[in-house]
């Protein structure tokens, strides 16, 4: 009698313990490696903000659209590297008083980025993982008008320098999203001649505001 009671007693205190025992949470660690393909869609508002407005229009945010790829490292580490592109039509101007004053002449700008970025991404849960980064870039500008005489057209690069932060929801297993501000500045193409000279500006830089769709795990 005193052995039967002994085990359920026994059995009696175990049963609620083992109750009390919880699986670990999954780990929301990094994978150690991953390749993640992406399509780009931006809007930046340049520095150079008069010098745009008067040969293209006042707008808050100019569209870059692109892609590339994002490669994860060891230690929440990774590089991305992106192309991107704009273009625009407006009309030459020229500066009096401060002022505008469009000239009628067509003009088409483009401007195609090449940036390489590198940064820390930390997942803080299987959704929400924040990152910030910061890189070089290659940005070619030119402009082209069908009025222009030999050699009036512009067609120039330069590097420039880049700071983004942002967040990447993963919305499903093979799918993420990103939405990021970055920040560029690059020097040494505009503010020598036409009407960002008249402004003196010289940052063909800005802030913007970047989405991303990613694929892959």
């Given amino acids: 009698m005193r052995i039967t009671i002994t085990l359920l007693l026994t059995l009696m205190v175990a ?3 083992a109750g009390q025992t919880r699986r670990p949470a999954p780990s929301a660690k990094e994978p150690p490696f991953f390749l993640h393909p992406f399509f780009l869609a931006s809007g ?4 150079a903000s008069k010098t745009f ?17 994002q490669i994860g490292l060891r ?3 990774f590089v991305e590297i992106a192309v991107s592109h704009f273009s625009a039509t407006g009309e030459r101007a020229f500066v009096a008083g401060g002022q505008a004053f ?21 997942r803080l849960s299987k ?51 990103g939405v990021d501000a970055e920040y560029t ?7 020598d001649a036409g009407i960002s000279q008249a402004f003196g500006e010289h940052d063909l830089g800005g802030t913007s505001v970047r989405v991303k769709i990613l694929v892959g795990r």
């Fill in 127 to 177: 959704v929400i993982v924040p990152y910030v980064g910061v890189g070089v870039g290659s940005y070619a500008y030119s402009e082209r008008s069908s009025f222009n005489d030999t050699g009036e057209d512009v067609s120039e690069s330069h590097a420039g320098f880049i700071v983004l932060g942002g967040i990447e929801f993963r919305v499903h297993r093979w799918v993420g999203v």
């Fill in 53 to 69: 407005d008067a040969a293209f229009g006042t707008e808050s945010l100019r569209p870059f659209w692109g892609g590339g790829v």
């Fill in 185 to 191: 500045h690059v020097t040494g193409i505009l503010g």
């Fill in 15 to 17: 049963a609620p313990l």
């Fill in 102 to 122: 469009p000239l009628g002449i067509p003009l088409t700008a483009t401007i195609t980025p090449f940036e390489v970025t590198g940064g820390y991404r930390y």
């Fill in 75 to 77: 230690r929440n580490l």
């Fill in 44 to 47: 930046e508002q340049f520095a």
